[in-house]
């Protein structure tokens, strides 16, 4: 550790992490560190065939590379311990406590996408069509926000539960429970659900998406046929 930007009780100049994080008390802390690293040296070389480069790395040992970064550190107050994270940014430009609410900031959305991914299917759209995939978005983004809305409403009713309400753990509740959430928002709109739900089913369950592409058989079924034999298709 090199420099200290805020807390000085404890001296931690010229220190190790490890061996100093135990000993601290501070709430915060905001610290300059030097961290070595192995850096994969790299070469390029040109390819006989195009003229074009390609990036190898050579073989033996690895050097080390040192680099100077800011360490902020926030003390959970019902565990003990401290949630850490490196960055480059200055003090100057982000408080400790910015830097610990950007990094969560940026974790949520992650798990927003991996949310639209993992129960909306948004990874993968079996369909080139530029308004189905608009379509499908939109509807998946607005499923989101239902779902964020009533977690929200959860935490606001159960505030002692507040954190165990998870952002995964709840989109995978909310996705088991919606069939029969839309029936509920159906009824109330005076709209009888059963058959409105047969032809949702039907329409994702009962259309061939292979039915454009060339079957196994379809050669050996040409073939056949061009001799006068009876098949069954």
């Known amino acids: 550790m090199l420099r200290v930007h805020q807390g000085n009780t404890i001296d931690l100049a010229g220190k190790k992490l490890k ?3 135990p000993r601290l008390k501070r709430e915060v802390i905001d610290i300059e560190v030097e961290v070595s690293f192995k850096s994969r040296a790299s070469k390029a070389k040109k390819t006989e065939k195009d003229g074009t480069f390609e990036v190898y790395y050579p073989k033996g040992d690895i050097p080390k590379v040192k680099e100077t970064f800011r360490l902020v550190g926030i003390r959970d107050k019902e565990s ?4 850490l994270y490196l960055t480059n940014i200055t003090p100057e430009q982000l408080s400790a406590e910015d830097v610990a609410l950007l ?3 940026r974790w949520s959305i992650e798990l927003v996408f991996k949310e639209l991914k993992r129960f909306y299917q948004l990874d993968v759209i079996s369909s080139g069509a530029p308004t189905v995939i608009e379509s499908l978005v939109l509807v998946a983004m ?4 239902v779902s964020h809305r009533l977690l929200n409403q959860m935490r606001l009713w159960a505030p002692e ?8 753990r709840w989109a995978e509740s909310f996705y088991a429970i919606a069939p029969v959430m839309m ?13 409105l739900l047969l032809i949702v089913y039907f329409m994702g369950e009962g259309i061939d998406p292979n039915v454009n ?3 196994l058989l379809s050669p050996w079924v040409k073939a056949t046929n061009s001799q006068g034999f009876d098949t069954i298709d």
């Open 19 to 21: 061996d100093m994080l």
């Open 80 to 83: 003990k311990t401290y949630h």
């Open 103 to 105: 990094y969560r900031a």
């Open 142 to 145: 607005l499923t989101l926000v």
């Open 161 to 168: 539960k507040s954190a165990r309400f998870t952002p995964l």
């Open 183 to 195: 029936g509920r928002v159906l009824k109330a709109a005076g709209i009888d659900e059963a058959p």
């Open 213 to 215: 592409r060339e079957r």
